[in-house]
């Protein structure tokens, strides 16, 4: 992920909503967790087993939501383009911005296992973000940045957590970004 790349997890409210009894402000992630899981995770075998611990990141909140994935495909292919490694993927990279979505679909049990995208802050049009943020308003979604944080998905909620992002930090602020790597 680039620096300057924005991570976004989206997520079905319903599932939250009743998980929670509604939105809280923050779910958990367990960065140590995913830490040493991915220190044990091997590239040779590419066969990623399931995280042995519960968190924002490993819950299957799509599991039991009805999703039309063809539908979401077509939706997503006249947002972004699909990349040329998969069909799961999607990125525009032409040297001046760097978006890029994916989707994790379980084929065999067809829910969602994963849905996210990275917004390139150097983007002043918004075209990439404000197309997203529609999708998912129109389809009940909700936003999490990388630290659980949660917002409904508008630009002014969303710019909330922008501004507290280590890309915002290192778009406005290089040096503080970089002393904070420390």
Not at 24 to 44: F, G, M, R, T
Request: charged residues 30%; aromatic residues 12%.
């Amino acid at each position: 992920m680039a620096t300057y790349q924005f991570l976004t997890f989206v997520l079905p409210r319903k599932s939250i909503e009743t998980k929670y009894g509604g939105i809280p402000k923050q779910l958990e992630i367990k960065h140590a967790e995913w830490e040493k899981y991915w220190e044990n995770y091997d590239v040779e075998l590419n066969d990623a087993t399931e995280p042995e611990f519960e968190d924002a990141i490993s819950t299957k909140w799509w599991k039991g939501i009805q999703i039309n994935i063809a539908e979401l495909r077509n939706e997503i292919d006249k947002i972004i383009p699909r990349a040329s490694w998969n069909n799961e993927s999607w990125k525009i990279e032409n040297g001046e911005v760097d978006h890029d979505l994916s989707i994790d679909f379980n084929e065999k049990e067809n829910f969602i296992e994963d849905f996210r995208f990275r917004t390139d802050l150097r983007d002043s049009k918004l075209n990439f973000l404000n197309s997203m943020l529609e999708l998912c308003d129109r389809n009940d979604w909700i936003l999490m940045d990388e630290n659980g944080n949660l917002c409904n998905p508008n630009i002014r909620e969303l710019a909330e957590l922008l501004k507290i992002s280590k890309a915002h930090l290192y778009i406005t602020n290089p040096t503080e970004f970089f002393d904070n790597l420390k």
